[in-house]
């Protein structure tokens, strides 16, 4: 295997400057407060147990999207909603312009609740049951079990440690798609669990062997504003218009801005057969976004960029405080992730058992995902996320330390 490429570093827009904060503790959460919110991540586990399970973060709203939901609230402004035309498609389209260099068409966007809402409906549009669904692995669990529930047939794209970082061999990937007809791939870039951001010529050689076999590529990019300095995002519809003419793009303000609840995420549908076939759908089955979600969108989109870079410097800085102190473990594997704030941890080479997340659960009262959620490859590994304080994190990381030493 080959060592990775990268990507420019460069972002095309000029980087915003940081509004800097009043507050020192922006990024710094109390356990205490985090357990007051229903959120499942610190719901879900009882009192001693500290949770880097579920991807969200501990985070306060960013205030500028606290203002939007604060006056919508105040407007009484929680009727059934009318929208006239698509509601993100004008500020996706800008921000994927600003960000990326890329100007999709409003006119393909699409609303839904979630991503996996969106994964569903294009898999249900595009294949048949017994159809194969190219799909990396490991791989985010929800899109494992939605194909398994809806009788598709996964062929795994494996994702091979190449290095520091994560690759997959693409002559072994033609293979199969030849072999098995398969008829989507569901690209997941940058990439749970491992957070590998795709360079360009890998995305290229996915287009093309999606051009020979005519793949609709379903481009999950739902962590790109959450890649570091080095690792740019490309979308991958921007790759060219006949690459857009066969992607369905799916993304939200979920994970930058950390809005998971607010079910407000929306698909960019270049591919005019599938976007034909969602057309036809009756507009009940797939449901309506709601004003607060779209309000804390816009916001986010519109005015939350200087504490999107704050929070990005600070997970970047939480990366990589995690990395040096998971490296001072006896036989835990990390390869820093590229983007996200979600690590990928090899434990099969320290004494913790064939379920490692069970191992950390019973000895160092940590909440982790087991990597065999993740599918085949996810075996003696765990999912950790480190979208927290550092004084949280510190603990998370001691805790897991100290179980190690017996
Ligand atoms: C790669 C990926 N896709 C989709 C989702 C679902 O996100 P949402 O429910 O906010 O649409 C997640 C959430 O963790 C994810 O990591």
Same mark, same amino acid.
């Given at each position: 295997?080959?060592?990775?490429?990268?990507?420019?570093?460069?972002?095309?827009?000029?980087?915003?400057?940081?509004?800097?904060?009043?507050?020192? !503790?922006?990024?710094?959460?109390?356990?205490?407060?985090?357990?007051?919110?229903?959120?499942?991540?610190?719901?879900?586990?009882?009192?001693?147990?500290?949770?880097?399970?579920?991807?969200?973060? &501990?985070?306060?709203?960013?205030?500028?999207?606290?203002?939007? *939901?604060?006056?919508?609230?105040?407007?009484?402004?929680?009727?059934?909603?009318?929208?006239?035309?698509?509601?993100?498609?004008?500020?996706?389209?800008?921000?994927?312009?600003?960000?990326?260099?890329?100007?999709?068409?409003?006119?393909? +966007? @699409?609303?839904?609740?979630?991503?996996?809402?969106?994964?569903? +409906?294009?898999?249900?549009?595009?294949?048949?049951?017994?159809?194969?669904?190219?799909?990396?692995?490991?791989?985010?669990?929800?899109?494992?079990?939605?194909?398994?529930?809806?009788?598709?047939?996964?062929?795994?794209?494996?994702?091979?440690?190449?290095?520091?970082?994560?690759?997959?061999?693409?002559?072994?990937?033609?293979?199969? +798609?030849?072999?098995?007809?398969?008829?989507?791939?569901?690209?997941?870039?940058?990439?749970?669990?491992?957070?590998?951001?795709?360079?360009?010529?890998?995305?290229?050689?996915?287009?093309?062997?999606?051009?020979?076999?005519?793949?609709?590529? $379903?481009?999950?990019?739902?962590?790109?504003?959450?890649?570091?300095?080095?690792?740019?995002?490309?979308?991958?519809?921007?790759?060219?218009?006949?690459?857009?003419? @066969?992607?369905?793009?799916?993304?939200?303000?979920?994970?930058?801005?950390?809005?998971?609840?607010?079910?407000?995420?929306?698909?960019?549908?270049?591919?005019?057969?599938?976007?034909?076939?969602? !057309?036809?759908?009756?507009?009940?089955?797939?449901?309506?976004?709601?004003?607060?979600? +779209?309000?804390?969108?816009?916001?986010?989109?519109?005015?939350?960029?200087?504490?999107?870079?704050?929070?990005?410097?600070?997970?970047?800085?939480?990366? &990589?405080?995690?990395?040096?102190? *998971?490296?001072?473990?006896?036989?835990?594997? $990390? @390869?820093?992730?590229?983007?996200?704030?979600?690590?990928?941890?090899?434990?099969?080479?320290?004494?913790?058992?064939?379920?490692?997340?069970?191992?950390?659960?019973?000895?160092?009262?940590?909440?982790?995902?087991?990597?065999?959620?993740?599918?085949?490859?996810?075996?003696?590994?765990?999912?950790?996320?480190?979208?927290?304080?550092?004084? *949280?994190?510190?603990?998370?990381?001691?805790?897991?330390?100290?179980?190690?030493?017996?």
């Amino acid at each position: 295997v080959t060592a990775a490429p990268t990507n420019a570093t460069r972002p095309l827009a000029p980087t915003p400057t940081r509004a800097a904060s009043s507050n020192p !503790d922006e990024f710094e959460p109390s356990p205490e407060r985090c357990r007051r919110k229903h959120s499942a991540k610190w719901h879900r586990v009882p009192d001693d147990v500290l949770p880097a399970w579920l991807a969200e973060t &501990d985070f306060d709203l960013c205030p500028a999207v606290a203002e939007a *939901i604060a006056q919508a609230v105040a407007r009484g402004d929680v009727g059934y909603p009318d929208w006239l035309a698509e509601p993100l498609a004008g500020a996706f389209s800008e921000r994927m312009a600003t960000r990326y260099g890329w100007r999709p068409d409003p006119s393909n +966007v @699409r609303h839904v609740s979630d991503l996996i809402q969106a994964m569903q +409906v294009v898999t249900e549009l595009w294949t048949t049951r017994g159809d194969g669904v190219v799909l990396q692995v490991p791989n985010y669990p929800p899109f494992l079990d939605a194909l398994d529930n809806m009788g598709r047939r996964p062929i795994p794209c494996p994702m091979l440690p190449s290095g520091d970082t994560w690759t997959f061999d693409v002559d072994r990937l033609e293979e199969d +798609v030849a072999r098995t007809r398969a008829k989507l791939f569901l690209l997941v870039n940058p990439h749970n669990p491992t957070g590998r951001v795709l360079a360009r010529e890998e995305l290229e050689q996915i287009a093309s062997l999606a051009e020979r076999h005519d793949l609709v590529v $379903l481009s999950d990019e739902l962590h790109a504003e959450l890649a570091y300095p080095g690792h740019l995002h490309i979308p991958f519809a921007s790759l060219g218009e006949d690459v857009e003419r @066969r992607t369905v793009t799916i993304t939200s303000a979920t994970k930058s801005f950390n809005l998971g609840g607010l079910r407000t995420a929306l698909a960019h549908i270049g591919d005019e057969r599938v976007r034909a076939a969602w !057309d036809r759908l009756p507009s009940e089955l797939l449901g309506s976004v709601n004003v607060l979600g +779209v309000d804390a969108t816009l916001a986010a989109w519109r005015d939350g960029n200087g504490w999107l870079e704050r929070q990005c410097a600070h997970l970047h800085a939480m990366r &990589d405080r995690l990395v040096t102190k *998971i490296g001072e473990l006896p036989g835990l594997e $990390l @390869r820093a992730p590229q983007a996200t704030y979600l690590a990928w941890l090899d434990c099969r080479g320290a004494r913790v058992g064939d379920e490692p997340a069970a191992f950390f659960r019973r000895r160092a009262r940590v909440e982790l995902l087991p990597g065999t959620m993740f599918g085949p490859g996810g075996a003696g590994h765990v999912r950790l996320n480190f979208g927290t304080g550092a004084r *949280i994190l510190d603990e998370i990381v001691d805790r897991m330390a100290a179980s190690l030493r017996g």
